[in-house]
């Protein structure tokens, strides 16, 4: 006569269950508003009186055509979704602006603004750097061909940019390479112009082609410097046995 195990004994057989994952809160919008709020607030004060200027302006223009017209409550009720479209408008404005602002003069400031533009493929590590004095360049490619961007005065980095796009004609001699300088000085492209620099340069790859030159600059590689990857550039220094051939 087979003999039943207890309920309990049998129960250690099984497998344990794997604990079920925590599930993610999704942020509300009105969260994601008010964080973007307190954001450009702390960069631009004066958002707040802008916001409220708003909101006066358009809810005034629309009980004065209101009265006009004898129909108060009905121009109230389109003035408030009008009013908050426009605050929301300015808001992402002030709120883009603030963000450049925050980043502004940081290396690497360039790479966060060049990555909003899509079509555009930008490694994170760039293809030259001075360890000393923190001029780097970055190389991206798209379907307007090579773009290489730097950050740093225009005296020292013009001979870095030059060097970069050597390096790119003689592996793609057919491909359009465009060199932009990222700063204050002149002919140099502002931090917060420099999306809208690259967005203009017009598309002359097809994508098969734009495909084949993304491999070609990522087995030509990048720089070799003297700087461990992931190194914090603020504290980045030259492995100078390294510069001496040891």
């Known amino acids: 006569m087979a003999t039943r195990l207890p309920a309990m004994a049998r129960s250690t057989d099984a497998s344990p269950k794997a604990p079920k994952a925590p599930k993610v809160k999704k942020q509300r919008w009105y969260a994601t508003l008010w964080q973007a709020y307190r954001m450009t607030a702390e960069v631009d004060p004066s958002i707040t009186w802008w916001l409220v200027g708003i909101f006066v302006v358009v809810m005034g223009a629309a009980t004065g055509v209101g009265i006009g017209t ?70 991206g490619s798209g379907r307007g061909g090579v773009v290489l961007v730097s950050e740093g005065p225009s005296h020292r980095v013009t001979r870095m940019l030059d060097d970069q796009r050597k390096r790119v004609t003689r592996v793609l001699p057919n491909v359009p390479v465009t060199v932009i300088q990222c700063g204050d000085e002149k002919d140099q492209v502002p931090l917060r112009n420099l999306a809208k620099r690259i967005r203009k340069i017009r598309p002359t790859l097809d994508k098969r082609a734009t495909d084949e030159v993304a491999k070609r600059l990522h087995a030509l590689g990048g720089a070799r410097l003297p700087v461990p990857k992931g190194v914090d550039p603020y504290r980045a220094r030259p492995d100078r046995k390294g510069m001496r051939g040891r």
């Open 70 to 139: 004898g129909r108060l409550w009905y121009f109230l009720v389109i003035g408030v979704p009008v009013a908050l479209i426009g605050m929301m408008f300015l808001l992402a404005r002030r709120a883009e602006a603030a963000g450049y602002k925050r980043i502004e003069g940081q290396p690497g400031a360039s790479l966060s603004a060049v990555r909003t533009v899509r079509g555009w493929d930008f490694p994170d590590d760039p293809v030259d750097m001075n360890p000393k004095t923190l001029d780097i360049v970055f190389r």
